[in-house]
């Protein structure tokens, strides 16, 4: 079985937000929420600082506490890819996912259910890329098999330095970020 | 931004109990869903079409389902966009669905300035401003209507007022934007760079920006080659004031002070030609002038420009030693936005001029030849020919400015000199915002019969306006084609995807009714836009059905460098590249560039700095509730340093002074490590007044109401605008 994630090239991103947007009309995201961002890394000091940019959404976690913790099962794992979900009719917007998540990720919709990225399955599962992979204007997110030692995303990581997002969490997020 | 976006982000999802639901359309409050009458409700429709939300014209493909615009994207049959869009593209249906659209005509029921309007019928509107222009062409004669437009959107209403009979359009693009530039280049190799740039950014080996922003900056194509660029491992080389987002890219990153960039340029070509690592076969074939050149820059050292640019002596040899160890593939970007000092068109030329000695102009990594399609005009009938000339630049006071000056139709329109000007059209750009002194712009107003402004949203500008027409945005209408100078010859189509939700018009419709009320039908010999579209078409041997189809069709590529078999040519007066430039000589200006030292900032004063963001476009798209999902409002940039010892944070709100006393709207601190402490920096476009911009009205802090004071160029008439100081006030003092 496939194990879907992530491969975000730093040294590409300028951070235009194109991935943030394309979320927004591809999903319908509502007017004040987004499903994904931008995070600007500034260390250091004027005028020899260092930024990191990302484009930051849901890992996708192995072991993700947003789904140990819901109380219904409305959090999941999908059968396909291994994405992490949310079943809408089952979740009672109790916000236990909202805090338990250490990216910040998940946002309780206007409907009143917990929403967050789903990797855009609903075109993957199409053969399509999620939409802000397929809009990036730097071509620096990739998205593929994590299992499959030939996919674009292993190869990535087999050839560049990367690192993940609060490993000490324990979480094993599936987005890694090229530096 | 996206420190602000995420904060929004999560204070947000922490308070959703208080948020309606039912939000699950993308806009509050938007309007019932267009649908287009003749297209299948049901399921999904792709339709080609170019964007509009910039001038850059990407080609996108428009998804409608069920009815219902749901999202664009990047055409790939596109050369432009390569089939990626810009974040402002893909939010562009935000513009279809905007609920602070102009709706109907309005005509003036107040004095000037006073928003308030009466709505009519489009006849009722093209009867007045008939009326009006009858009555100028009678006292004043046809010359005295002028137009600014930006956008392809403007050709037809042009085509309107030169039947009409008067010389004098305008486009804030020259003056206020990238005409230093052109100007710099045009003197130096006898052509410009264009837009889009013929910069060949994916190939460079060494690039250099001097203040560009690109990433910051949304360029497609030049972003994506940019990215490209860096992908590939491309020396980057970035001076700026501001860390900006290229700079992170960068090997080498140039502190420069602000204003100093021709001390370093200088400095560049002193230490490439005191080292001999300039291409000398190609300035022996290609140059005119160099030693004469050469002997004028012998004395701008590094150590000579050290104490000017605060750039050291080594830095500025080591990335000279490197830009010439990647040449011809070294480009220094020309930028776009080069109205900054006043010296602009020779810190231009002084650009022109390096990458000349790196022989990057026709060679691979450096300028392209491009190429466009064949597609004729149309053949309208002739024009009258106006019986007085060009308005904006009298006695050729500003000699080399190949375009009109917009600031010179503004000057004209105060004084009445050289002649009268009593109307103005403005089609899409929002001149309140776009020139400097607001003040001075307001004046030209008041001298008017006849303000007539078209626009999708009322803006400053609209606010102003006698007659304001609501156009159509570009995903509800045709356009004229684009067929542009690019990478490859290439025709693109803009065709409607939705229709427009209330009474906004096309503006080749507006454009065609007005000529016929002022008995200028016969300007007009097509009966509607995809007839005149058809008639272009079929005369470049092209077909429109297929364009509807497609999008756009691609002619055969043509050799772009001399790698490729392209030849290189210079239509200056020597022919050659003008190291030496005696037409600058003769007309009393430096044949070389020469430095002047900008004032400095009062003590406690900031030089205030502009730029852009990747998710708006000028003044344009502040309500687009996508885009301003992205960013709502702007911040101002100030160094950390100095934010710690004024007792300022990062989300305080405070109000900017200018030197002439104008007070900001309050706007934001970002305390940051990535400025200097001489300057602070903000996004243009922001802090709008037009009450009928709801959404946007005042957040953030408008740059252009503090730029009251510009420095004028003397050899093309651009507006330096980086002259202005501002003094860091508490928000309380702003009443």
């Keep these: 079985m496939a194990r879907f994630g992530m491969v975000i090239d730093t040294v590409r991103c300028v951070g235009c937000m194109d991935c943030v947007v394309a979320c927004k009309t591809e999903n319908s995201v509502p007017e004040g929420f987004n499903r994904d961002w931008i995070a600007y890394d500034v260390t250091g000091k004027y005028p020899t600082p260092h930024m990191e940019i990302r484009s930051e959404r849901c890992n996708h976690c192995d072991a993700p506490p947003c789904v140990s913790c819901c109380p219904t099962g409305a959090s999941h794992v999908h059968d396909v890819g291994g994405v992490v979900l949310v079943d809408a009719d089952k979740c009672i917007g109790c916000k236990g996912c909202v805090a338990s998540c250490p990216y910040g990720a998940r946002f309780i919709h206007p409907d009143g259910y917990a929403d967050k990225c789903t990797f855009c399955i609903h075109r993957v599962e199409q053969g399509l890329l999620p939409a802000c992979v397929s809009v990036c204007p730097t071509r620096c997110m990739h998205f593929g098999d994590l299992d499959d030692p030939n996919s674009e995303v292993s190869t990535l990581l087999a050839s560049r330095n990367h690192h993940v997002l609060q490993p000490d969490a324990g979480t094993k997020p599936r987005i890694f970020y090229l530096t | 931004m996206s420190d602000f976006s995420r904060r929004k982000f999560l204070k947000i999802s922490a308070a959703t109990v208080t948020v309606a639901s039912g939000a699950a359309a993308l806009a509050k409050g938007q309007p019932a869903p267009a649908k287009m009458a003749s297209r299948p409700a049901k399921g999904v ?41 810009c974040p402002r593209g893909t939010g562009g249906i935000g513009a279809h669905f905007d609920p602070d659209r102009l709706k109907r005509p309005l005509i003036r029921k107040r004095e000037r300035g006073h928003e308030e309007w009466a709505e009519v019928s489009w006849d009722e509107a093209f009867a007045y401003i008939a009326r009006k222009m009858h009555a100028i062409r009678e006292t004043y004669g046809p010359e005295s209507v002028a137009m600014f437009a930006h956008g392809i959107g403007g050709n037809f209403l042009k085509h309107t007022l030169k039947a009409f009979g008067t010389p004098n359009f305008a486009a804030p693009s020259f003056a206020q934007c990238r005409g230093p530039r052109d100007v710099g280049f045009r003197l130096t190799f006898g052509e410009d760079v264009g837009s889009p740039e013929r910069t060949d950014i994916k190939n460079a080996q060494c690039l250099v920006l001097i203040g560009s922003h690109l990433g910051e900056n949304m360029h497609n194509s030049q972003v994506q080659e940019f990215a490209d660029a860096v992908g590939n491992g491309a020396t980057v080389i970035v001076a700026d004031p501001r860390f900006s987002v290229a700079a992170s890219k960068a090997k080498h990153y140039l502190p420069i002070k602000p204003g100093t960039d021709l001390a370093l340029l200088l400095a560049w070509m002193h230490v490439l030609v005191e ?169 030209a107003i008041q001298n008017l019969d006849l303000l007539v402004v078209v626009d999708v949203v009322p803006s400053e500008m609209a606010g102003w306006a006698d007659v304001v027409l609501p156009e159509a945005v570009y995903l509800e209408r045709f356009d004229d084609l684009n067929v542009e100078l690019f990478r490859e010859p290439f025709v693109a189509l803009r065709q409607p995807v939705v229709d427009a939700p209330d009474d906004q018009k096309p503006n080749w419709w507006m454009a065609k009714k007005l000529a016929e009320t002022l008995g200028l039908g016969h300007y007009y010999p097509w009966k509607d836009i995809e007839e005149y579209l058809d008639h272009r078409l079929t005369a470049a041997r092209l077909s429109f059905a297929d364009l509807k189809a497609r999008g756009i069709i691609r002619g055969a590529p043509q050799p772009t460098v001399v790698e490729e078999g392209a030849s290189l040519s210079f239509e200056t007066p020597s022919g050659k590249i003008e ?101 602070v920096y903000m996004v243009h476009g922001f802090g709008h007044t037009a009450r009928g911009l709801r959404h946007a009205y005042l957040k953030g802090a408008s740059d252009s109401q503090l730029v009251t004071r510009y420095a004028t160029d003397p050899l093309m008439g651009g507006t330096g605008m980086n002259v202005n100081f501002v003094t860091i006030e508490p928000e309380a003092t702003h009443g």
């Excluded at chain 2, 409608?64 to 994207?73: A, M």
């Excluded at chain 2, 300028?367 to 019986?387: E, I, L, Q, R, T």
């Excluded at chain 2, 709502?632 to 900017?656: F, H, I, P, Q, T």
Aim: with cysteine; charged share 25%; aromatic share 10%.
């Design chain 2, 579 to 679: 190291f030496y430039s005696l037409q600058l000589e003769k007309a009393g200006f430096d044949p070389v560039p020469v430095y002047h030292r900008p004032d400095e900032p009062p003590p406690g004063s900031f030089r205030l700095l502009t730029g852009r963001s990747p998710v708006h476009t000028f003044s344009r798209t502040q309500t687009n509730r996508i885009l301003s999902d992205m960013m709502d409002e702007n911040e101002v940039w100030l160094n950390a340093d100095m934010a710690r010892r004024m007792d300022l944070k990062s989300g305080d709100y405070v109000c900017l002074k200018n030197q002439d006393g104008v007070v900001s709207n309050r706007v934001r601190v970002k305390a940051t490590e990535r400025i200097r402490p001489d300057c």
């Design chain 2, 275 to 443: 080292e001999g690592l300039y291409d000398k076969e190609y300035i022996a074939a290609h140059g005119f002038g160099f030693d004469q050149f050469a002997a004028r820059i012998a004395t701008c050292t590094p150590e000579w420009a050290y104490p000017e640019t605060g750039i050291d002596p080594e830095t500025i040899r080591t990335t000279a030693r490197e830009m010439a160890r990647h040449k011809p593939a070294t480009l220094v970007h020309p930028g776009r936005h080069t109205a900054w000092y006043g010296n602009d068109a020779q810190r231009s030329r002084a650009i022109a001029l390096l990458n000349a000695l790196l022989g990057s102009w026709g060679h691979r990594g450096g300028f392209y030849a491009p190429s466009s399609m064949d597609v004729p005009g149309y053949p309208y009938p002739p024009y009258p020919k106006p019986a007085k000339g060009k308005v904006d630049n009298p006695d050729n006071r500003y000699p080399f400015a190949h375009e009109a000056i917009s600031t010179g139709i503004r000057e004209a329109t105060i004084t009445g000199a050289p002649y009268p000007v009593k109307a103005w059209f403005t089609y899409a750009t929002n001149l309140i915002q776009a020139l400097p002194n607001q003040a001075e712009t307001i004046k």
């Design chain 2, 45 to 85: 429709q792709r339709i080609p079409t170019y964007c509009d939300i910039c001038f850059w014209k990407c080609g996108a493909i428009a998804s409608v389902r069920d009815g219902t615009l749901w999202k664009i994207e990047g055409n790939p049959d596109d050369p432009l966009s390569r089939g990626r869009l």
